[in-house]
């Protein structure tokens, strides 16, 4: 069964500190891994995508790796902000068998003063 | 561009009520999938529409339907609800099925 696995589940940090969160799935065939930020009750904005051949993706203050091999996925977080506290999505879309999308459960990240 | 429009943005309905969400794609999508997102968990793929036809469904009853109009716009349909139908309910469209999926602001559903 194709799964996504996120951790850690919530996590607490004070602004400007650094933190980096953890996606391991069993998708496959694989196509692509998103990272949406899902602020509370709207809908999740993705944040970068990258596919089989590439291993790391910036997006401002975000840095996502990969790893297809070991099929892990990390998410960066830099000088972290108020504005950051968010659930944190890793997406992975398959190949084939309709490409579909199996979304993890999320890190829920909380920045405080 | 307005992006992924949906409405309400919230709702309250009673146990065996039924209910109607709409969704209005990204300017130029084709595709509307729909997605139940429980609290505190990821969310769920229910259906998706493309060229007005149902063309991939997840695990989900027969009390879930929906409909694509030629406009590309789309309806969520849940009849008979029950209490474990309370979540957001998410629209997301694409340019096709299997490019990059744009998400709504959700619904956000309430049965007491």
């Known amino acids: 069964k194709n799964q996504v696995e996120q951790s850690p589940q919530s996590l607490i940090i004070l602004e400007g500190k650094n933190c980096t969160l953890q996606?391991?799935?069993?998708?496959?065939?694989?196509?692509?891994l998103r990272w949406y930020k899902q602020d509370t009750g709207r809908g999740p904005v993705s944040l970068t995508i990258m596919t089989f051949s590439e291993n790391t993706k910036s997006n401002g203050r975000y840095t996502a790796t990969l790893d297809a091999d070991t099929k892990q996925s990390s998410l960066h977080i830099t000088a972290s902000q108020l504005s950051d506290s968010a659930s944190y999505i890793c997406v992975v879309r398959g190949k084939g068998g309709g490409n579909k999308l199996t979304f993890g459960t999320g890190t829920q990240l909380k920045v405080e003063l | 561009d307005a992006g992924v429009t949906q409405s309400p943005t919230h709702l309250i309905k009673t146990r065996g009520q039924q209910v109607t969400l709409r969704c209005s794609p990204k300017?130029?999508?084709?595709?509307v999938s729909w997605y139940q997102q429980a609290l505190g968990q990821g969310p769920q793929f229910i259906f998706q529409y493309y060229e007005e036809e149902e063309r991939q469904r997840g695990n989900f009853p027969d009390r879930f339907s929906g409909h694509q109009f030629p406009n590309y716009s789309s309806e969520l349909n849940v009849n008979a609800l029950l209490l474990g139908d309370s979540a957001l309910y998410l629209c997301?469209?694409?340019?096709?099925?299997?490019?990059?999926?744009?998400f709504g602001q959700g619904t956000r559903l309430t049965v007491v």
């Open positions: 997301a469209s694409s340019l096709e099925p299997n490019t990059e999926a744009f």
């Open positions: 996606c391991n799935y069993t998708v496959s065939p694989f196509s692509n």
């Open positions: 300017s130029g999508h084709d595709t």
